[in-house]
């Protein structure tokens, strides 16, 4: 990935204020840890909103159910974004099942088939002292939705414990409830949510390939809720990101129309410090074969004319990708080590 950082003149309009901690109500800092399990007793943590009882093993489209938290892989990841690999690369932690069913997902095995262990919330916390035993610069939870509340209490054993100091990195596809993600706040420093589609008709990419009605509204709030915690990104001297948001969106073969729109959402509604992660790295796996207008790969022309649109919008700081990034060689194996765990 390159990299973009010239400062900018603001451009956009900033429509919501971030408030003080004190008006905010039942945040991560506040919630009891039955509260947390709760929430897993009529499931609405996503939009689906199935309110199945995931405590008595029942699962809704998500498949996840239970009390366990299933893991797929944990390592450090060196191919994110460079403020959040780094040199020693991100300490990623990888989960099970996943409350979307994007047909071009590159990580199927764990977000369709199931593949992961099931592990404790103390378990998952050991995880993450490894990881930044190991020398991860962050934590980096990769479609954790589902998983929210013992994610959460994960954290809260090893931050409250002081043994967790590195920022935490939510990396979802914000197909979230804001409700849910405010019991987040000071859990999570920094979010990195997609913003993948922006039209909802019977027809829509989001519906078609993702079975996501109500996507583009669902993630919007969410990420507006995402921004009121963390605000603009800031890094530290070394150049690591330690609080913020990035907003990540993947460039669909044959959709300008859908990149467009979700970049002049973005240029509406943030600031223009909010980092823009443009993506090239489609690939047709999976289900995409399904699709014959996406079973192909984007081509220069058509990434091309999306960074042109960013930098149209005004939207600059952040990060494009290099031509070869959209290679099955950056999918990772899935595998758990679960030694000493
Ligand atoms: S997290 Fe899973 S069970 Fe809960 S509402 Fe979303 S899809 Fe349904």
């Not at 991860?136 to 414990?161: C, E, W």
């Not at 859990?187 to 990195?192: A, E, F, P």
Request: charged residues 20%; contains cysteine; aromatic residues 8%.
């Amino acid at each position: 990935m390159s990299m973009t950082m010239e400062p900018q003149p603001r451009l956009g309009v900033i429509v919501i204020r971030r408030q003080p901690a004190s008006r905010r109500r039942g945040e991560g800092g506040t919630a009891s840890d039955d509260a947390f399990w709760q929430m897993l007793s009529s499931c609405r943590l996503c939009p689906r909103r199935c309110s199945v009882n995931r405590l008595e093993g029942q699962a809704g489209f998500c498949r996840a159910a239970g009390r366990a938290v299933q893991v797929a892989k944990a390592f450090l990841h060196p191919w994110e974004e460079p403020c959040i690999s780094g040199t020693r690369g991100s300490g990623t932690v990888f989960f099970t099942h996943c409350n979307l069913r994007c047909a071009f997902c590159q990580n199927f095995p764990i977000s369709q088939q199931g593949l992961g262990r099931p592990l404790t919330v103390e378990q998952l916390g050991r995880i993450f002292l490894r990881l930044q035993a190991a020398g991860a610069h962050n934590i980096n939870l990769v479609s954790p939705t589902h998983y929210l509340p013992q994610v959460a209490l994960a954290l809260r054993q090893v931050r409250g414990s002081g043994d967790l100091t590195i920022p935490v990195v939510w990396n979802s596809n914000a197909y979230e409830a804001p409700e849910a993600l405010r019991t987040l706040a000071g859990l999570v420093d920094v979010y990195l949510p997609d913003l993948k589609y922006a039209a909802d008709a019977p027809d829509s990419p989001a519906r078609r390939y993702s079975r996501a009605p109500g996507y583009f509204a669902a993630a919007t709030t969410a990420i507006l809720e995402m921004f009121r915690q963390v605000g603009v990104p800031r890094l530290g001297k070394d150049g690591m990101i330690r609080r913020g948001l990035i907003i990540r969106h993947l460039v669909l073969p044959g959709h300008l129309d859908e990149t467009r729109a979700v970049l002049r959402w973005i240029a509406d509604n943030l600031p223009h410090k909010v980092f823009v992660s443009l993506m090239a790295q489609y690939v047709p796996v999976y289900g995409a074969r399904q699709f014959p207008e996406i079973n192909r790969r984007l081509t220069v022309a058509e990434y091309q004319q999306a960074l042109d649109e960013l930098e149209a919008l005004g939207l600059e700081h952040g990060y494009q990708q290099e031509a070869g990034a959209a290679s099955e060689e950056f999918i990772p194996a899935f595998d758990l080590d679960l030694a000493g765990i």
